[in-house]
């Protein structure tokens, strides 16, 4: 199948990473947004079809209702992207809160496996499938302090990705994840500037990451030639995180 007539699911388009990526691909993007539509008219060209597709994934009913909305376009999804996570926010444990826990949790971990179970089983039949998720560097090895919420949804994503990987190896789809380091985009918005300065100059190349520095990866990972690299997860710490 060429790049052309692939269909890619790319949930969080409209964010810095999202365009980044999609620059990247070829063939039709249904390309989920939730608050920035305009961003994605950038996307548009290039071997690039769009379908802009709004979703609130914050609730499960937001959710499934989305996923109704994708089904209702009647195409066969080949790739899914899964970009989405709240904005980490740091808090002391103390001040925990199980509302804000569930909504972030929706967006974060089941918007991704909820996805999955509507359309990695129908690339299984066709026997081609490509899933790729959002990690964190900080979901491995020593987590910085204050981030539990966000470090404890990346975390299951983790085991969600190899649990897949594992059940659908044999079936043409692979699941793999991206595990950033501290990467400068909107996202980072709640963060303190010292922090993210801080963070930086504490990395082995003296800089965060950008956008461009991990799409790449995403690149690789959605490519026919990927097919023998399974629930693996590439670091893009600038060598921060040694897997």
């Known amino acids: 199948m060429s790049e052309k007539d692939k269909t890619t699911l790319l949930l969080g388009a409209d964010s810095d990473m999202g365009a980044a990526i999609a620059s990247k691909l070829k063939g039709r993007i249904i390309a989920h947004y939730f608050a920035a539509e305009e961003k994605l008219a950038s996307l548009k060209g290039a071997g690039r079809e769009i379908i802009p597709l709004k979703g609130d994934l914050s609730s499960l009913e937001g959710i499934n209702a989305f996923i109704s909305e994708v089904e209702a376009l009647g195409l066969e999804i080949d790739r899914l992207v899964h970009l989405p996570s709240a904005p980490a926010a740091p808090r002391r444990f103390r001040d925990f809160d199980p509302e804000r826990f569930g909504r972030d949790f929706n ?9 999955c179970r509507a359309f990695v089983p129908k690339m299984a039949k066709r026997r081609f499938g490509r899933v790729v998720f959002m990690l964190s560097s900080y ?4 987590p ?7 470090v404890a949804c990346k975390s299951a994503l983790a085991g969600l990705m190899r649990s897949l990987a594992a059940e ?5 789809v692979t699941v793999n994840g991206v595990a950033p ?4 985009t909107a996202f ?22 950008s956008p461009q520095d991990i799409a790449p990866a995403f690149e690789l990972l959605l490519s026919e030639e990927a097919g023998y690299i399974n629930g693996a997860v590439i670091t893009a710490s600038g060598g921060e995180l040694m897997l």
């Open 139 to 142: 979901a491995f090895g020593r």
């Open 181 to 184: 380091s501290m990467t400068e």
């Open 107 to 115: 967006i974060s971990f089941m918007s991704a496996a909820l996805a």
């Open 188 to 209: 980072l918005k709640d963060l303190p500037d010292f922090s993210v300065e801080q963070n930086a100059r504490q990395n082995p190349t003296g800089r965060n990451a």
């Open 168 to 172: 659908y190896a044999a079936r043409g």
């Open 144 to 150: 910085p302090q204050f981030l539990a919420d966000y």
